[in-house]
């Protein structure tokens, strides 16, 4: 099974931007999905964002949509997250999967992201 990190959570003033990195461990990501959710404090495992690897064709949440930009490098081996415009109730601890399917979408250790003034 491939493994995944996330990188590039931070804190960050609304309106700012960040730039999360999803890395499929010394392999490509052995699927045709890759998606970021979020977990809030107290709130479920969101899907926000999605890429298809083999059309490169990409989804959004309604929260998300026109702010934050998903991609996925020639090698096919890391996702970016571009985020920008973020809000407050962006905060959460982001997490990357590849099955679309799995119990516990947020079970990664993930990473930060705080938007606060």
């Known amino acids: 099974q491939v493994q995944l990190v996330e990188s590039g959570g931070g804190g960050v003033q609304p309106g700012g931007s960040l730039t999360l990195s999803c890395s499929a461990s010394?392999?490509?990501?052995?699927?045709?999905?890759v998606g970021w959710y979020r977990q809030g404090q107290g709130t479920e495992c969101e899907l926000i964002a999605w890429?298809?690897?083999?059309?490169?064709?990409?989804h959004y949440a309604n929260s998300v949509k026109g702010r934050f930009a998903i991609s996925i490098d020639n090698a096919w081996s890391t996702v970016t997250l571009q985020m920008d415009s973020l809000k407050p109730d962006d905060t959460a601890v982001y997490h990357c999967?590849?099955?679309?399917?799995?119990?516990?979408?947020?079970g990664s250790q993930g990473t930060q992201v705080t938007v606060s003034s």
């Open positions: 890429i298809i690897i083999s059309s490169r064709s990409t």
């Open positions: 999967n590849n099955d679309p399917y799995a119990s516990n979408k947020c």
């Open positions: 010394g392999s490509t990501f052995g699927g045709n999905f």
